[in-house]
């Protein structure tokens, strides 16, 4: 078994990184990012691998047509493929069609959440018996409550700056909180992501609307904990998301979470969290009110939640995933020699 590690930043990343420590498989290493000079290199050192193939994030599927084995996929989410947050562009366009070909064809899917599978199934026709649905973990050695922690009065968001994260409508429902509550600015925490443009309008609209913003960019794990530790709270108002890691790291250092009323968000938080219509600006600062009234209550109700998420856990579930795909494999080999 081979399993693809790739090495920026994101939870994509993360994912194929925390399940290759734990699982009996030989790392490929890789970027997440080629260009017309890196690619046909990635692609060739791709096409000598000489066993099953761990594909660990679905924008690789389009590169599974130069394998010579059968290969396993894990699937995140297909929003860029069924939701035009991003507007892609026609070349990004083609390429994602690309992928869903080759998911299709994986001999067994991982999907993060219940909600992935079900969107596998509706939207690709992908068999229920071949999707396995295994949640991402937490690394609790370094998200947990004790520890240092950055004390003010802010609300912290975390992840990329696109616009499916809605950070205009919650600059403008903190806008609104920020009359009762003028000591609370916002932090963002996490790189600018694929669109720049939106990273710069979200920006100028908090300026207009006068909410102070502190953007911190790419922080290691052990700073993201102290600014979990020492926030207010956690929003999460995404319009769409396949599992949602912020809320899961949130809680288990003790910072309690407004999050999209959405099915992954329900999937993972449970009822641990205030739920706000990521649509409307009122909902969003309405949530973020409840939760400054109610934010010692959700505490310990996150703490709890967090504990259901492991890496441990979820690669043992990998890992079993490989060995009935090993053991088909095996079984399919002594037919064709019977």
């Not at 396995?132 to 520890?147: E, F, K, R, Y």
């Not at 973020?288 to 259901?308: D, H, S, T």
């Amino acid at each position: 078994m081979i399993i693809i590690v790739t090495h920026e930043h994101g939870g994509f990343d993360k994912y194929s990184q925390e399940i290759a420590k734990r699982v009996k498989a030989k790392p490929f290493h890789s970027k997440r990012y080629f260009n017309e000079e890196t690619l046909p290199e990635f692609l060739e050192r791709l096409s000598r691998c000489d066993d099953v193939v761990h594909i660990t994030n679905q924008n690789f599927a389009r590169f599974a047509g130069v394998l010579k084995h059968p290969f396993i996929i894990t699937v995140h989410d297909l929003i860029r493929n069924f939701y035009d947050f991003d507007g892609e562009s026609p070349a990004e366009q083609m390429w994602l069609k690309l992928d869903e070909h080759f998911i299709k064809r994986a001999r067994a899917i991982i999907a993060v959440s219940e909600f992935t599978k079900s969107e596998l199934i509706s939207r690709l026709g992908v068999p229920e018996e071949r999707i396995t649905v295994v949640h991402n973990g937490l690394d609790v050695a370094t998200l947990n409550p004790s520890g240092p922690s950055f004390h003010s009065r802010y609300i912290l968001a975390v992840g990329s700056e696109r616009p499916r994260k809605n950070l205009k409508r919650l600059v403008e429902a903190l806008s609104l909180v920020r009359r009762k509550h003028p000591d609370l600015f916002l932090v963002k925490v996490g790189e600018v992501g694929r669109d720049p443009i939106f990273a710069h309008s979200w920006r100028e609209s908090a300026k207009q609307f006068g909410v102070p913003v502190d953007l911190v960019g790419k922080v290691s794990e052990e700073d993201l904990a102290c600014w979990y530790r020492g926030a207010v709270m956690l929003t999460f108002p995404s319009l769409m998301e396949g599992f949602g890691m912020p809320p899961t790291e949130a809680m288990a250092c003790g910072c309690p979470v407004v999050v999209s009323d959405i099915p992954a968000s329900h999937e993972i938080v449970g009822e641990a969290g205030i739920y706000v219509n990521p649509e409307s600006v009122e909902s969003i600062a309405e949530g973020v009110e409840q939760m400054l009234l109610e934010r010692e209550r959700f505490i310990p109700l996150g703490l709890r939640r967090a504990k259901l998420f492991s890496w441990n856990e979820a690669a043992r579930r990998v890992q079993e995933v490989y060995n009935k795909v090993e053991d088909d494999l095996s079984r399919k080999t002594r037919a064709d020699y019977a």
